[in-house]
T-cell receptor, first 114, second 113 residues
Framework: QKEVEQNSGPLSVPEGAIASLNCTYSDRGSQSFFWYRQYSGKSPELIMFIYSNGDKEDGRFTAQLNKASQYVSLLIRDSQPSDSATYLCAVKRDRGSTLGRLYFGRGTQLTVWP | KAGVTQTPRYLIKTRGQQVTLSCSPI?????VSWYQQTPGQGLQFLFEYFSETQRNKGNFPGRFSGRQFSNSRSEMNVSTLELGDSALYLCASQGMGENTEAFFGQGTRLTVV
């Protein structure tokens, strides 16, 4: 069983729309959840992190976490062509520990067309 | 504050050779992790170092090794290179405290021919 699974995509939305990216994880003890954006040929860039159930908003991005359902999502409002990238969901078992590997999903490729 | 620095950015090596990649974490970060990214396998964890000690290891053969120095800089080494080792190698550093997000360097693109 894969640790972290993402909707495979690719996902294509028009400019100005809401893009919804989803992720489920298998380890119920996971405590830390991250979304990375990766442009083609570049390294992953951290864009959101969430540790508690509920919503966390940062500008056009909203991360949602439901630990009971083992589900985390990322909403991108007013999508822009510059948001076109692969979005990686990552999960870490511990919070507050400087140790601990990240478990990554395979990523969802998002294209925002003008 | 400087980010995570990886060198070199690009490498071309021949099968059978060995390679050493370097990573300097964000100042003050003591944890360094290495990941391999390929189109077929995605991001796979190699190993994690903290205070010069390997704390976690992924499922890679012994040809992949690493170390960390007292200044938290880390190196990874791949010996007897195979074509399948061609990948983007990413280093991530984590800080200490309540929230320990991981930040990636720009990566080293290794091509084995």
């Amino acid at each position: 069983q894969k640790e972290v699974e993402q909707n495979s995509g690719p996902l294509s939305v028009p400019e100005g729309a809401i893009a919804s990216l989803n992720c489920t994880y298998s380890d119920r003890g996971s405590q830390s959840f991250f979304w990375y954006r990766q442009y083609s040929g570049k390294s992953p860039e951290l864009i959101m992190f969430i540790y508690s159930n509920g919503d966390k908003e940062d500008g056009r991005f909203t991360a949602q976490l439901n630990k009971a359902s083992q589900y985390v999502s990322l909403l991108i409002r007013d999508s822009q062509p510059s948001d076109s990238a692969t979005y990686l969901c990552a999960v870490k078992r511990d919070r507050g520990s400087t140790l601990g590997r990240l478990y990554f999903g395979r990523g969802t490729q998002l294209t925002v067309w003008p | 504050k400087a980010g995570v620095t990886q060198t070199p950015r690009y490498l071309i090596k021949t099968r059978g050779q060995q390679v050493t990649l370097s990573c300097s974490p964000i100042s003050g970060h003591r944890s360094v992790s290495w990941y391999q990214q390929t189109p077929g396998q995605g991001l796979q964890f190699l190993f994690e170092y903290f205070s010069e000690t390997q704390r976690n290891k992924g499922n890679f053969p012994g040809r992949f090794s690493g170390r960390q120095f007292s200044n938290s800089r880390s190196e990874m080494n791949v010996s007897t290179l195979e074509l399948g080792d061609s990948a983007l190698y990413l280093c991530a550093s984590q800080g200490m405290g309540e929230n320990t997000e991981a930040f990636f360097g720009q990566g080293t693109r290794l091509t084995v021919v």
